[in-house]
């Protein structure tokens, strides 16, 4: 017996739930035709044009709507888009009935993300003797309950399910299972971006060594890749390339430790300025080291992360340090430094900072010429504060600036308005 994994996929999941809400557009829709919804865009403020597009129909990107694209660039191209606000209340909720409601079909399931989720069964067996069959049973509960369409794929393990999937939004019936005499043939013939998870490691996978397809990569010797892309990411690589992929399924994975914790913002316009950049990176710290240290966990590394203007470019880069801290003042410095280093001064429209290697907070590391034993009981005691009278119950001055976003980031849900 084997097992079959599959990932499930909301389609323009904020974009979908919106309409699906919308008793206008119920009698027109249908489920096996993209194209019955309206030209509908979620984004930031529709009264001022501004924003980013965060999920677009399938009716909108045939004028020309991309997600990510600028609001204003979106209404030139189809000035009769709708347009309405994101609501991440409303979002979260579906999610987590649609969780549910695979967890009922498939016991062993695992959330990966709010619009996704794995889940396996045994095959062949009695309750799953047909997995295409349980594929499309399973859409068309999503579509009988929230009106929502998915994709999904299937195959012997999760990383192939997830290439399955995004072959699926290209197929009609949204479905694409590969058995797993199959699945090697299927995969080998794909172009080389269609392997999830590779990031800008694909560029030098095409420039360097001449890959078009996936089974170009197959073709290359292990120890080839691990010499240019190191021990670990060309081990990877090169199991991937052959279709292997030893994940387990983690139904518990949203309950285990974090690894790492971070917080991003999308900013309102592009800042310029140092000085702004720095109030955000500062405010985003903050929130960082009270989520470590309600953990009871302390970072060695920090990061920081700037997206540039339009969401497009940008850098990720990291620093380690002697100690494990979860103390802002230690930490920002170091930000700081990333930033000089590493900034270009184009316009930044997102900041991204983080906090890993983390190890339990036991004791204190003391100097000689600051009360790091004090610093600890003040922190301590505004995590108390804000945690029953708000966030915004004790600020630093700079979140009163112009360039301060705290206030308006307490007001809303994943980034954005509830």
């Keep these: ?23 206008r557009f119920a ?48 209404l030139r191209l189809a000035p009769h888009l709708l347009v309405v606000r994101p609501r991440m209340r409303l ?77 699926a939004k290209r197929v009609p019936g949204g479905i694409v299972w590969w058995p797993p005499e199959q699945a090697l043939a299927a995969l080998h013939q794909l172009p080389l971006e269609a392997m999830w998870g590779l990031r ?57 430790p974090h690894k790492s914790y971070s917080h991003r913002t999308t900013l309102p316009r592009d800042y310029r300025e140092r000085a702004e950049v720095a109030v955000v990176i500062l405010e985003l710290l903050d929130e960082v080291c009270t989520r470590v240290r309600r953990a009871g966990v302390r970072g060695r590394r920090v990061s920081l992360g700037l997206t540039y203007e339009r969401l497009q470019g940008g850098f990720w880069r990291s620093k380690t340090l002697a100690h494990a801290t979860d103390d802002a003042q230690q930490l920002y410095p170091e930000l700081l430094s990333l930033l000089d280093r590493w900034w270009d001064g184009s316009g930044v429209r997102a900041v991204c900072v983080g906090l890993d290697v983390l190890l339990p907070a036991e004791g204190v590391q003391l100097g000689l010429f600051d009360d790091a034993v004090r610093r600890q009981r003040l922190a301590r005691v505004v995590d108390e504060v804000r945690e029953v009278y708000g966030e915004t119950s004790l600020m630093r001055a700079v979140s009163l600036l112009p360039a301060g976003q705290l206030r308006d980031r307490t007001q809303k849900i994943g980034g954005h308005y509830a």
């Design 91 to 167: 979002y979260l909720e579906v999610s987590v009935r649609i969780q549910h409601l695979i967890q009922r079909q498939f016991p062993l399931q695992e959330q990966f993300s709010v619009d996704e989720a794995f889940f396996a069964f045994p095959w062949p067996s009695r309750l799953f003797p047909d997995p295409v069959a349980a594929a499309r049973q399973l859409k068309q509960a999503i579509w009988d309950v929230f009106r929502i369409r998915c994709r999904v794929g299937l195959a012997p393990n999760k990383w192939l399910a997830k290439v399955a999937n995004k072959q």
């Design 200 to 256: 800008r490691r694909a560029e030098i996978l095409r420039y360097e060594f001449g890959c078009d397809t996936v089974g170009d990569v197959a073709a290359l010797p292990a120890h080839q890749l691990r010499a240019r892309f190191g021990p670990a990411w060309g081990t990877v690589i090169h199991r991937w390339a052959h279709g292997e992929d030893p994940s387990p399924m983690e139904p518990d994975s949203f309950q285990a």
């Design 27 to 74: 009698l027109q829709r249908r489920e096996d035709d993209d194209h019955t919804d309206p030209p509908l865009v979620v984004s930031g403020d529709p009264a001022r044009r501004t924003g980013v597009i965060l999920a677009a129909t399938p009716t909108a990107k045939l004028l020309g709507v991309e997600n990510a694209m600028r609001l204003g660039e979106a």
């Design 1 to 23: 017996m084997n097992w079959v994994y599959g990932l499930v996929d909301m389609q323009s999941f904020y974009a979908s739930c919106e309409v699906a809400s919308d008793p």
